[in-house]
């Protein structure tokens, strides 16, 4: 054997030989199966694996030099062995890379003329050893082997990668033939851990259960968003296995697997082991606290959720889609809100989009991705797959980015730019329109509405008319729930307002300060922060101005003199006259006073 070979490259074969059980491709037979017919056709016969990073492309050359080792290839093959070349070891041999690399080619092609070549991240040959003004690197080198035929090359590159170094090389990519290679669903990943699980056991010497092994599959996937199976629940089930014996432990169970993950992400355990039935519960407890005067929105979500966890919906679509229809400050961005702390435990899991800056024709190109330009939608959902999808005012979009979210309601999957799969199916899509603001704001329509179910059908046909005449019927129809939101009374803005002030309340005492207040200061900051035009959206901004600032400029005044031990609670309360119907000015002579002691 040549000594370059020995040296530069590792028998893939041998090394399988000597480990069979520790080599194992499971559900990856039809990969095997297309690239054993690549290498087996007389032009173009060199395999190039495109995947995203650890979906498994190097485990599926290591099933092909296992079918070598238990003579299941075509003859042609049963004495083939399988040289991976590593260039990073190339690149700190004791000769410059090139000369090296092109020896340890032309070594191959001479002594093992009917060897296969692997070589994992292909795209770092384009560019490698290149120097002077020749432009020659280790894939110009290549070029002529594969072209003579000289050398049969099995190449494997991540799909972002491909596109940035391989594709342009028109005259490289030309020598090879693609396979893509799809991350593993959930039911092929729990077949990969099922048949890793005595591997793993015999080395940490523990015992894992059925339960650990199915919630490390499902975890990985809701908790580990940027990295793909079967790379991440392998990690996950190494890592549960490496700290149940460090604790002197002889059993892996979804507690143990709970609490690496919670190590890992930050998460609670309780969070992450909380159950459907807990989640479901959580979900009504957490919208109807946050979302006040929507009684039935708020029933009709919940429901519309329940339905979705418990497995009735459709699986390959979003978990649910939502139409939110009613006028400005009536609640539809706090339910979106309230939805993402109560499904995934932070209020800012959502991505949010504002269809008004996506007017311009061919606007969905942007959410997508282009040629310089990675999409906006795409990548957040990419790297956030359990999230709330927030499309602030969908009329102000271009009907192009109706025609992307009409695939992605039927679908549940869209390819973005390079071609990648981006799936929806943890998303849950909530639109929001001012479209029927009319229909809804036309009172006596709307309270006759409830009178009988004949009323409320021709109230449900005028809203569903107000949405038809501006977006097409395929595009409403694909949407699973219209939740209209009612104009808010003023009790309820009262009661919007008694929750900002809870909320200072519990800041304040965080401080050691108790906040109290008089039973008019909700009735005033509703009073001057709610006008039809824009609903209770200037609320937060009054309470703001009218009572946060105001004690915020106290406290600084206190801590400038020294005595905030002798000041420990504040009280509001409202003075001056209230205003008539007559009056312009809508505060009057009222005002805001605190009492500190």
Same mark, same amino acid.
């Given at each position: 054997m040549n000594q370059l070979i020995e040296k530069y490259a590792t028998d893939l074969t041998r090394l399988v030989q000597n480990d069979l059980e520790g080599y194992q491709a499971i559900g990856r037979e039809k990969e095997i199966e297309e690239l054993l017919v690549t290498l087996a056709r007389k032009r173009k016969h060199n395999p190039l694996l495109i995947g995203e990073p650890g979906v498994g492309k190097t485990a599926i050359v290591e099933g092909l030099a296992k079918k070598i080792v238990l003579q299941e290839v075509p003859e042609r093959l049963q004495s083939a062995h399988i040289w991976v070349i590593e260039l990073a070891g190339l690149m700190n041999g004791e000769r410059p890379f090139l000369g090296l690399f092109r020896d340890l080619i032309m070594a191959i092609s001479h002594d093992c003329p009917? &060897?296969?070549? !692997?070589? &994992?991240? %292909?795209?770092?040959?384009?560019?490698? @050893?290149?120097?002077?003004?020749? @432009?020659? &690197?280790a894939g110009n080198v290549l070029k002529p082997a594969l072209a003579r035929g000289d050398i049969q %090359?099995? @190449?494997a590159t991540t799909i972002e990668e491909f596109h940035d170094y391989i594709e342009a090389d028109g005259a490289l990519t030309r020598r090879f033939e693609v396979l893509q290679v799809a991350e593993p669903d959930t039911e092929t990943t729990k077949k990969i851990l099922y048949g890793l699980r005595l591997s793993y056991q015999t080395y940490h010497y523990v015992k894992i259960t059925d339960d650990a092994l199915n919630q490390i599959v499902t975890l990985a996937n809701r908790y580990i968003p940027d990295r793909f199976m079967p790379d991440k629940a392998?990690?996950?089930l190494d890592e549960s296995c490496a700290d149940t014996r460090q604790r002197q432990l002889t059993e892996v169970t979804r507690e143990r697997v709970a609490q690496v993950l919670e190590r890992r992400t930050g998460i609670p355990m309780t969070s992450i082991l909380r159950d459907r039935t807990q989640r479901i519960e959580r979900i009504t407890e957490i919208i109807q606290r946050r979302v006040k005067g929507q009684d039935a929105a708020v029933r009709e979500v919940s429901d519309s959720v329940a339905v979705s966890f418990a497995g009735l919906e459709d699986e390959r679509r979003p978990i649910s889609s939502f139409l939110f229809l009613g006028t400005p400050g009536t609640g539809k961005t706090e339910m979106a809100k309230a939805l993402s702390e109560a499904l995934f435990?932070?209020?800012?899991?959502?991505i949010r989009l504002d269809m008004s800056e996506f007017a311009e024709e061919n606007s969905a190109q942007r959410l997508i991705g282009t040629a310089d330009k990675r999409g906006i939608l795409t990548e957040q959902v990419k790297h956030q797959p359990y999230a709330v999808v927030l499309l602030d005012e969908i009329e102000k979009g271009d009907r192009s980015v109706q025609d992307l979210f009409l695939q992605i309601l039927s679908d549940g999957i869209v390819h973005d730019h390079y071609g990648r799969p981006i799936s929806f199916k943890n998303t849950i899509i909530i639109m929001t329109t001012n479209l029927a603001g009319a229909v809804i704001n036309d009172e006596a329509e709307y309270n006759s509405a409830s009178d009988t179910d004949q009323k409320a059908l021709a109230f449900e046909g005028n809203v569903e008319n107000a949405l038809h005449n501006y977006f097409r019927p395929e595009f409403v129809n694909r949407i699973e729930h219209k939740v209209v939101f009612q104009m808010l009374t003023e009790s309820v803005v009262e009661k919007i307002a008694r929750k900002y002030l809870q909320e200072l309340t519990n800041k304040l005492a965080v401080r050691g300060y108790r906040f109290t207040y008089d039973d008019l200061v909700p009735k005033f900051l509703a009073d001057v @922060? !709610?006008?039809?035009?824009?609903g209770a959206r200037p609320l937060a901004y009054m309470t703001h101005r009218k009572v946060t600032a105001p004690l915020a400029?106290?406290?600084l005044r206190l801590e400038q003199t020294g005595n905030t031990k002798q000041i420990t609670s504040f009280h509001a309360r409202v003075i001056g006259k209230w205003p008539s119907k007559a009056d312009h000015d809508r505060f009057g002579s009222r005002k805001l006073v605190f009492d500190a002691s």
């Open positions: 009917n &060897d296969l070549i !692997f070589i &994992d991240e %292909l795209h770092t040959i384009v560019g490698a @050893g290149a120097s002077g003004k020749q @432009g020659l &690197d %090359l099995i @190449g392998l990690d996950i435990d932070d209020e800012e899991a959502m @922060g !709610f006008n039809l035009k824009n400029r106290i406290l």
